[in-house]
């Protein structure tokens, strides 16, 4: 199994990024994904999963109504669309894949990415 992120960068505050994660070795269709973040010297946290039904999302209350977790599950890909960006978005983000819908923890996600680089200037 391999997730494969991208699309991170450096923005302006205000800016936008999507982020994509790229599956191969599993039956997407069948996973429920995840997105989650670590800043400098902090614990990772969760950010947004979507279930194996494609409108079923979850999101921490820090980034809703500004963050997009969507699927494509005929590219095998999660997205996370993120507008209104801030300074303390500035993370690793990660994306996960496991068989528990709307969880917020880690270690219910069985595959992990190795992560791609956010950071939000002021």
């Known amino acids: 199994v391999q997730l494969v992120e991208s699309g991170g960068g450096l923005v302006p505050a205000g800016g936008s990024l999507r982020l994509s994660c790229a599956a191969s070795?599993?039956?997407?269709?069948?996973?429920?994904m995840g997105w989650f973040r670590q800043a400098p010297g902090k614990e990772r946290e969760f950010v947004a999963a979507i279930s194996w039904i494609v409108d079923s999302t979850y999101y921490t209350d820090s980034v809703k109504g500004r963050f997009t977790i969507s699927r494509d599950n005929a590219k095998n890909t999660v997205y996370l669309q993120m507008n209104s960006l801030k300074p303390e978005d500035t993370a690793i983000y990660y994306c996960?894949?496991?068989?528990?819908?709307?969880?917020?923890?880690?270690?219910?996600?069985?595959?992990w990415g190795r992560g791609t680089q956010v950071t939000i200037s002021s």
């Open positions: 070795g599993l039956a997407f269709s069948t996973y429920a």
């Open positions: 996960a894949a496991g068989r528990i819908a709307h969880t917020d923890y880690a270690p219910y996600y069985n595959y």
